[in-house]
């Protein structure tokens, strides 16, 4: 055999042996999963379901349903197309009691995407798009709150 043939059976073999110790020490794709659940990201709820932050938001906004400062609330209620194969649903479609629909999102931290969708989907619709993120205790508690478009 030419030297050239017996490298890259060498080669093949060596690659078989690696993929073998890889296959040994690879966990399963359940087990990733599961460990990546585990550190607190990546858990995915099922759509209409709401998260601690998202039900707390929720208890703030039927107290101001009560309270007559807004008429009316939903939980994800719409999906606005910001593009081809791009879609943004906010968490809570509200109606102030002015009647201006507003889609405000609540958040525990920003990733760059949703950023991008609230600004982008503030550009194309003629709604104000609020964001709010807890503020901590010491910070005096509340939200912080972030506002996106408002077309008037």
Known sequence: MPEECSHVRID?????????????NHTTGA???KRFRQTGRGTR????EMNKLEA???DELRAK??????????FETITLKLAERTRYTPDFLVMLSSG???CWEVK???EDDARVKIKVAASLFPFVFRAFKPRTKRDGGGWS???FGGHE
């Open 12 to 24: 093949r073999t060596m690659n078989s042996e690696r993929s073998q110790k890889m296959r040994q």
């Open 31 to 33: 087990t990733a999963v």
């Open 45 to 48: 709820r099922k759509p209409g």
């Open 56 to 58: 707390k938001m929720a």
């Open 65 to 74: 349903q009560l309270a007559g400062e807004i008429e009316w609330f939903a």
């Open 100 to 102: 201006q629909l507003e």
């Open 108 to 110: 525990g931290h920003w």
């Open 145 to 147: 709150v972030e506002t």
